[in-house]
């Protein structure tokens, strides 16, 4: 049915890859670009081996540079591009679908490489002030292509991975489906994962660190509320994982559902930790680890979280030494049929059967398979609409029965236990 350039070839984009490859009624071709094209080469081979009627190709781009990405549209002439490099390529890869006509999906929101940049800085603090929230990435900077995008007749799908991408589904399908007025929602997102280290992250390390080192906050009644960064602990017993820490976080579905779910008067984000996870964080925090700032290192210049980087192990590694399962969803409080009510909507993915499956871990396995989704759902038409929009605003139905389809079950459980 359609061509899709894929833009990014790490521990997502795999597994986006190969789902999209399960798919060839939607994706009869692809094109497979990274920086790091002997990435692509090697996926490539894999799936032809396996004899998968998809047409690829590959090429070698730098997403940072816009008229890279606009060369490469342009010789490729895709239906859409799946932006599944990093947050800090969401505009320019914007900007070059703009140019050229082309629908846009992404899997997490915009955000700066260089956060002590001045013209970025100075935006950023103007808006810690107005809005409320200090973290470094936010929708502003998507959203602003919303009148562009109307008239280039184009569709931006923003944040479909798991959280957000499927909690914001899990939110829309809730109140279609199970309620009149929602008041509370509880994202949580456990893994209760063993990869054996004493210390690595589930995803890229820069992004993942930077996220959960920075302050928490939630949405109540219209307004957002700071927390110091884990200042607020709760222990949940999530079925078929069992009993978990978990700290609430900042997380960008907040700002999305909180704008368009105005009924919903609270709205927090949790996510479990180990404590070996957190004493290490802590320690590399407290010496200069995780800072995203240049400092000179024997006459040249490094960036410390880079470096470090450098010295975790690789997450697309982790996949034949996970065990264990995640359990990903939304608690919900509301009003149906003038009665309360209460709901828990959530998937549990098992580490090693998504490794045996497509030789990936969970984390990369439950964001993979929901931005083949969203993907597919736009380039079928079902959810095309020119603008630019999260997952939360269209039909959740369709991308439900597809999440059964491609290996992402999920369960609606009524009374659950609700976090206080
Ligand atoms: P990885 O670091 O594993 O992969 C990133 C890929 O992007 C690599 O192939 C990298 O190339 C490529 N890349 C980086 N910079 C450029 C560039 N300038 N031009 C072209 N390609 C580039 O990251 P993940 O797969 O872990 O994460 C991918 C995305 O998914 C991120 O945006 C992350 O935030 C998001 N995510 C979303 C989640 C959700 O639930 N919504 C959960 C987890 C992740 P190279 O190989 O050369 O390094």
Redesign the pocket.
Known sequence: MGRLLV???????QVAIQKCAQNSAVFTEMCLA???VS?CDALKEKLEKKGTPVKITTAT????DVNDVINLIKEYQPDAVLN??????DLTIMDACLECKVDYID??NYEPEDTDEPVWRAAYEKRCKEKGFTAYFDYSYQWAYMDKFKEAGITGLL?T?????VTSVFVAYAKKHYFDEIHTVDILDCNGGDHGYAFATN??PE?NLREVSANGSYWEDGHWVETKPMEIKRVYDFPQVGQKDMYLLHHEEIEALGRNFPEIKRIRFFMTFGQSYLDHMRCLEDVGMLSTSPIMFEGREIVPIQFLKALLPD??SLGPRTVGKTNIGCIFRGIKDGKEKTLFIYNVCDHQECYKELGSQA??Y??GVPAMIGTALVMSGKWKQPGVFTTDEFDPDPYMEMLNEFGLPWVVEENPVMVD
Request: aromatic share 8%; proline share 8%; charged share 10%.
């Open positions: 833009i990014g070839c790490g521990g997502v984009a990274s920086r790091t990435k781009v730098n997403a940072d599944v490099a990093l947050p800090y390529q899997t997490a944040g991975g798991f959280d957000p991408g995803f890229n992004i997450p697309a984390i990369s439950t964001t």
